[in-house]
C-alpha cells in the first residue's frame, strides 16, 4: 500500500524542539521530492519545506533557521527538526511527496495523515 | 513570492449545481497549478495537476482550465462528497510553493 506516516508531534512549550517523522512506503522514495505543509487549525494550508532527490533544501521564511529537513533513504524516511519553537507554529503537518523533476507538470500526489504539533506554556 | 487569490473564499450550493472557483496568480505561472479538496480532519486530496490534467481515480465532474495568471476550477453536477474546502497551488517557482486561501463549498 502506498503511504506516508507521520509521526513525533505533540505538546512543547515555546522555545522548544520536536522532530517530525514521516515514514514513506510502497513507493519509490528517491523518486521523489519531500515536502512539509502545515495547517493551523481552522485556517489554510501553507507550506512549510522541502528537499529534493538531490538532497537540496528550501524552507517558507518564517521557519528558516529554526527549522531542518532532512531524509533518509535507506530507511525511506523523511524529517523535520524544528527548534525554537513559536505559539503560531502550532498546526497539523503533513508530508506530502511531488515526483521529482516534475517542473509545474504535478502536483503532491501522496499526503500523510498530519501530526499535531501544539507550541504552548 | 507568487500570490494566489482564490473567489469566492465560500460559497453555498445545491447538490446538481455546476459551481466554478477561480485562482488568480500574482505573476505568470503557465499551467503550474494544482487543485486540492480537503474534507474536515482529512489530508488534501490532489484533483487536478498541470492545470487541468484530472489526477487518476477523480470523478470527470471536475474540470480545471487556465493559463497564465488566471485559473478555474469547475464541478459540474455537484455531489454531496463534493461539499468541501478547494485549495489551488503554484508549483512554477519555490520557495514557496504557495496554495490559494482556500474556497469552502456548503450544501445550501
Known amino acids: 500500500e502506498v503511504q506516508l506516516v507521520e509521526s513525533g508531534g505533540g505538546l512543547v512549550q515555546p522555545g522548544g524542539s520536536l522532530r517530525l517523522s514521516c515514514a514513506a512506503s510502497g513507493f519509490t522514495f528517491s523518486n521523489y521530492d519531500m515536502h512539509w505543509v502545515r495547517q493551523a487549525t481552522g485556517k489554510g494550508l501553507e507550506w512549510v519545506s522541502a528537499i529534493n532527490t538531490a538532497y537540496d533544501t528550501y524552507y517558507e521564511g518564517s521557519v528558516k533557521g529554526r527549522f531542518t529537513i532532512s531524509r533518509e533513504s535507506a530507511k525511506n524516511s523523511l524529517y523535520l527538526q524544528m527548534s525554537g519553537l513559536r505559539v503560531e507554529d502550532t498546526a497539523v503537518y503533513y508530508c506530502?511527496?511531488?515526483?521529482?523533476?516534475?517542473?509545474?507538470?504535478?502536483?503532491?500526489?501522496?499526503w500523510g495523515q498530519g501530526t499535531m504539533v501544539t507550541v504552548s506554556s | 513570492d507568487i500570490q494566489l487569490t482564490q473567489s469566492p473564499s465560500f460559497l453555498s450550493a445545491s447538490v446538481g449545481d455546476r459551481v466554478t472557483i477561480t485562482c488568480r496568480a500574482s505573476?505568470?505561472?503557465?499551467?503550474?497549478l494544482a487543485w486540492y479538496q480537503q474534507k474536515p480532519g482529512i489530508a488534501p486530496k490532489l484533483l487536478i495537476y498541470a492545470a487541468s490534467t484530472l489526477q487518476s481515480g477523480v470523478p470527470l465532474r471536475f474540470s480545471g482550465s487556465g493559463s497564465g495568471t488566471e485559473f478555474t476550477l469547475t464541478i459540474n453536477s455537484l455531489q454531496t462528497e463534493d461539499f468541501a474546502t478547494y485549495y489551488c497551488?503554484?508549483?512554477?517557482?519555490?520557495?514557496?510553493?504557495?496554495f490559494g486561501q482556500g474556497t469552502k463549498v456548503e450544501i445550501e
Open positions: 505573476q505568470d505561472i503557465t499551467t503550474s
Open positions: 497551488q503554484q508549483l512554477k517557482s519555490y520557495p514557496p510553493y504557495t
Open positions: 506530502a511527496a511531488l515526483r521529482a523533476y516534475s517542473y509545474g507538470r504535478n502536483g503532491f500526489d501522496l
